[in-house]
C-alpha cells in the first residue's frame, strides 16, 4: 500500500507562487497522484491528475494559474500569482489494489 | 451538470445503524466507480469504501470491514453506505465522490454522521 508525504503546512504571499510537494512511498514512485483543493468549510474539490511523466490533466474550471509536476516520487502542485481564495487544505491522492489512499494535507496560508 | 448529494447522516447511539445515500446526475451513472471518503472534523480525509461500475466488486477501509457496506443501484442513480456497528470514531462527515478515470474527480457535499449517546 503506497503512502503519501505531504509538509503540514506552507504559506506565500499573495500574489506570488508556492509550489506544494506530494511525495511517494518507497516502490510506488510511478503512480499517479490527484490534487484536491478543500476550503475553509466546503467540500474537497478536484484540482488535478499528475502522472510520473509530468504530465497533468486539470478539472473543468481550474484557473490556468494551476499547474502540475513530477520528480522521481515526488508530485507537485504549483499555485502562480496566489489570491485570497487560494487559502486552504490541499490533499494528494493515489490508488493501488482497488484501495485509495490520502496524504495527510497541506494547509496553505496566504499572507 | 455533474451532480452527487448525500443523504441519510444524523445522530445515532454507540452500536447503532445508519444507511446514507448518494443520489447522482448528469453522467452515465452506471459507468463509473463510486466510493465513500470520510473526514474527522479538523482532520484529514480517508478513504472508506469503493464499488466498481456494476456493483460486482467492492474494497474497503481495514477500519469498517466487516461493518459497513458498500451497494449500489444503477437504475436509481444511487450507492449507499449501511454502517451498523458504529463507534464514536465512525463520527465524521461522509463524502461521496467519483472516479472518471484512475482518482477521485467528482465530490459531493457531505453528509454529517454523529456517533453518540
Known amino acids: 500500500q503506497p503512502v503519501l508525504t505531504q509538509s503540514s503546512s506552507a504559506s506565500a504571499s499573495l500574489g506570488s507562487s508556492v509550489k506544494l510537494t506530494c511525495t511517494l512511498s518507497s516502490g510506488h514512485s510511478s503512480y499517479i497522484i490527484a490534487w484536491h483543493q478543500q476550503q475553509p468549510g466546503k467540500a474537497p474539490r478536484y484540482l488535478m491528475k499528475v502522472e510520473g511523466s509530468g504530465s497533468y490533466n486539470k478539472g473543468r474550471g481550474v484557473p490556468d494559474r494551476f499547474s502540475g509536476s513530477s520528480s522521481g516520487a515526488d508530485r507537485y502542485l504549483t499555485i502562480s500569482n496566489l489570491q485570497s481564495e487560494d487559502e486552504a487544505d490541499y490533499y494528494c491522492e493515489t490508488w493501488d489494489s482497488n484501495s485509495g489512499v490520502f496524504g495527510g494535507g497541506t494547509k496553505l496560508t496566504v499572507l | 451538470e455533474v451532480q452527487v448529494v448525500e443523504s441519510g447522516g444524523g445522530l445515532v447511539q454507540p452500536g447503532g445503524s445508519l444507511r446514507l445515500s448518494c443520489a447522482a446526475s448528469?453522467?452515465?451513472?452506471?459507468?463509473?466507480?463510486m466510493n465513500w471518503v470520510r473526514q474527522v472534523p479538523g482532520k484529514g480525509l480517508v478513504w472508506v469504501s469503493r464499488i466498481n461500475s456494476d456493483g460486482t466488486s467492492t474494497t474497503y477501509a481495514d477500519s469498517v470491514k466487516g461493518r459497513f457496506t458498500i451497494s449500489r443501484d444503477n437504475a436509481k442513480n444511487t450507492v449507499y453506505l449501511q454502517m451498523n456497528s458504529l463507534r464514536a470514531e465512525d463520527t465524521a462527515v461522509y463524502y461521496c465522490a467519483m472516479i472518471v478515470s484512475r482518482t477521485i474527480d467528482y465530490w459531493g457535499q457531505g453528509t454529517l454522521v454523529t456517533v453518540s449517546s
Open positions: 448528469g453522467f452515465t451513472f452506471s459507468t463509473y466507480w
